[in-house]
């Protein structure tokens, strides 16, 4: 079996669907033996790289202080489902900021052919955003975010300086263009099956099951 999926670093429901997709293939007993590759989608790739903590909201309510009430339940909402995958989220820390950078690191580390390594990437990047509220655009956070995973520090940094992998990223953002997604996260399984956003655990699970069977047929 085979899983790409569209997914942004500064996503939440990408982050906690994509866990739930991981925990839902380790439940089946296929995460071992299956291809699962991110593509890259960027939520917001004009994102400016000059935000600061506290600016998350506004991606809630658009700037407008009537909705700051409802947008901060929207948060702890949330908050609270990334609880219940394990996941530490702290929303008035984030700092909204552009991921095309980390968006190539991911691209740098898949190089690699190391999944582990891969994986270890991306929940890096992941915490850094959701947790430690860090910028994921700033270059000294990223390099010491992929050095703590095992990534090679000269690599990372000449990766910094250069626009390499810059043109993986727009394919795969192309790629969700021509295939009619627009919005993050979208899992497709073996190139027929698709499974939109951050859906409970038991419907991954069904859906690998009925996958798994028809494949084997």
């Known amino acids: ?53 506290g600016d998350y909201i506004n991606h809630f309510t658009g700037g407008r202080k009537d909705l700051e009430t409802q947008a901060k339940k929207q948060m702890d909402y949330i908050t609270q489902m990334a609880a219940e995958e394990g996941l ?5 820390k984030v700092v909204p900021t552009n991921t095309g950078d980390a968006h190539r690191f991911i691209k740098l580390a898949e190089s ?11 929940a ?8 430690d509220g860090e910028s994921i655009a700033d270059h000294d956070v990223l390099t010491r975010a992929a050095v703590e995973v095992g990534m090679n520090e000269d690599e990372v940094k000449h990766l910094l300086s250069s626009s390499k992998y810059q043109k993986e990223v727009v394919a795969d953002e192309l790629e ?27 419907v991954f699970v069904k859906a690998l099951k009925q996958v798994k069977e028809e494949e084997s047929k």
């Open 176 to 202: 969700a263009q021509q295939s009619g997604i627009t919005a993050a996260p979208f899992f497709v399984i073996n190139n027929k099956y698709g499974i939109s956003g951050a859906q409970p655990y038991e």
């Open 1 to 53: 079996m085979e899983i790409k999926y569209w997914s942004d670093i500064a996503c939440p429901f990408c982050y906690i669907g994509s866990t739930r997709m991981k925990k839902a293939m380790k439940e089946v007993g296929i995460y071992d033996d299956t291809k699962l590759e991110l593509k890259s989608f960027e939520l917001n790739p004009m994102e400016k790289k000059t935000a600061k903590a």
């Open 124 to 131: 890096r990047l992941y915490k850094v955003y959701f947790t």
């Open 88 to 92: 530490e989220f702290h929303l008035d």
């Open 112 to 122: 690699k052919g190391n999944r582990d390594l891969t994986e270890k990437l991306i």
